[in-house]
C-alpha cells in the first residue's frame, strides 16, 4: 500500500507481505480497505507517541535539539505515509470509513500538532520559551513545514530539480532552519 497505494494493492499481495495467507488476513480484516485504515491506524500513534514522551521531556535538553529531533521524525513520517495518504483522500468512501473509525478521536490527524503544542506549552510554562510565543501556532507552523517537506520529497523523488525546488537539499538542514526560523521568529520583533 505504500508503494503503490490502496487501489492497486490486492489482499493476496498484503499478505504476502504481512507473511501470512489471505484467509489469516481476513480473520483480521473485514477487507482491504479495512486493512488500509488498521495500518494507518497503527501508524498514525507513533508520532503522537514520540511526541508525548518529548512532553515528558520538557525542562530536559535544548528545546531547539528537542524541536530538531521532532521535525526530523515528522518528515520520516509524513514521507512514509504520503502513498497511503494518497489512496485515503482518493476514496470518499474510504475517507469517511476512515473517519468513522477514529474512535476515539485521540488518533486522528490533528494529534502530532496538539501534543507538539502541549510540549511547548510546558516549556513556556517553565521559562524555557518566551510569553509571547503562542504554542499551538508554534506547533502547526513546525508541523505543517515537515509536513510539506515530506510532500516535496515524495513528490519529486530523487529527480528534484536542480533550480531549488527541494531546499535544503538534506533533511537535517531542512530540520535546523525550521526550527531557527521558529524560534527566532521572522520579520520584526514588534509586529503585532
Same mark, same amino acid.
Given at each position: 500500500?505504500?508503494?503503490? /497505494? ?5 489482499? =493476496? ?11 489469516? *488476513?481476513? =480473520?483480521? #480484516?473485514?477487507? =482491504? !480497505?479495512?486493512? #488500509?485504515?488498521?495500518? *494507518? ?17 520538557? /525542562?530536559? /535538553?535544548? +528545546? ?5 529531533? +521532532?521535525?526530523?521524525?515528522? $518528515?520520516? #513520517? ?9 489512496? *485515503? ?10 473517519? &468513522? =473509525? ?6 486522528g490527524p ?7 503544542? %502541549?510540549? @511547548?506549552?510546558?516549556?513556556? &510554562?517553565? %521559562? ?5 510565543? $503562542?504554542? !499551538?501556532?508554534?506547533?502547526? *507552523?513546525?508541523? /505543517? ?10 513528490f519529486w523523488?530523487?529527480?528534484?530539480? !536542480? ?8 533533511? !537535517? ?5 525550521? +526550527?531557527?526560523? @521558529? ?10
Amino acid at each position: 500500500m505504500g508503494s503503490v /497505494g490502496l487501489v492497486r494493492t490486492t489482499t =493476496k499481495e498484503i499478505a504476502r507481505e504481512a507473511g501470512c495467507s489471505e484467509a489469516a *488476513l481476513y =480473520k483480521h #480484516f473485514r477487507d =482491504k !480497505e479495512e486493512s #488500509f485504515v488498521g495500518v *494507518l491506524r497503527e501508524r498514525a500513534p507513533r508520532l503522537a507517541d514520540e511526541l508525548d514522551e518529548l512532553l515528558g521531556q520538557a /525542562g530536559e /535538553g535544548d +528545546v531547539a535539539e528537542n524541536l530538531r529531533t +521532532v521535525a526530523r521524525m515528522a $518528515v520520516a #513520517f509524513y514521507r512514509q505515509s504520503f502513498p497511503m495518504a494518497g489512496s *485515503l483522500f482518493a476514496s470518499p468512501e474510504l475517507l469517511a470509513a476512515h473517519r &468513522r =473509525k477514529l474512535d476515539p478521536p485521540e488518533y486522528g490527524p490533528q494529534q502530532p500538532t496538539a501534543r507538539l503544542a %502541549g510540549y @511547548l506549552a510546558a516549556e513556556q &510554562r517553565i %521559562g524555557r520559551l518566551s510569553t509571547g510565543f $503562542v504554542p !499551538e501556532s508554534a506547533a502547526a *507552523l513546525l508541523v /505543517g513545514a515537515c509536513f510539506h517537506r515530506a510532500f516535496l520529497t515524495v513528490f519529486w523523488g530523487p529527480d528534484a530539480p !536542480e533550480t531549488g525546488a527541494l531546499r535544503p537539499a538534506d533533511d !537535517e538542514e531542512f530540520a535546523a532552519q525550521a +526550527v531557527h526560523a @521558529l524560534l527566532a521568529g521572522v520579520g520584526r520583533q514588534d509586529a503585532e
